[in-house]
Nanobody
Framework: QVQLIESGGGLVQAGGSLRLSCAAS????????MGWFRQAPGKEREFVAA????????YYADSVKGRFTISRDNAKRTVYLQMNSLKPEDTAVYYC????????????????WGQGTQVTVSS
């Protein structure tokens, strides 16, 4: 059993920054891949970024490359998503997710999900 709790969302102006956190509990994550997804109103949930606990290998959606950075603190069992140069199109509910296995950009591949945190970027 894995529990994920996101935090750090809020309202920010275009060009600003936010850092999202995802705290994990319930078991170790050494062999897990952790991902961030987002879902805007009326849109399907889309992949944002992912990271492997063991090696720290990262993956990013093209839409956020160069602006977002995913990282993890193994001791704190926490994954972060640093979001810089935010755009209005980044507005969405952001979800933390975890899976036991290799990297995947598909939400169906992930086994555990957080409750989501709202990010709103104003123009």
């Amino acid at each position: 059993q894995v529990q994920l709790i996101e935090s750090g969302g809020g309202l920010v102006q275009a060009g600003g920054s936010l850092r999202l956190s995802c705290a994990a509990s319930g078991r170790t994550f050494s062999s897990y891949v952790m991902g961030w997804f987002r879902q805007a109103p009326g849109k399907e949930r889309e992949f944002v970024a992912a990271i492997s606990w063991s090696y720290g290998v990262t993956y990013y959606a093209d839409s956020v490359k160069g602006r977002f950075t995913i990282s993890r603190d193994n001791a704190k069992r926490t994954v972060y998503l640093q979001m810089n140069s935010l755009k209005p199109e980044d507005t969405a509910v952001y979800y933390c997710a975890a899976r036991s296995g290799p990297y995947s950009r598909y939400e169906m591949a992930y086994d555990y999900w957080g409750q989501g945190t709202q990010v709103t970027v104003s123009s």
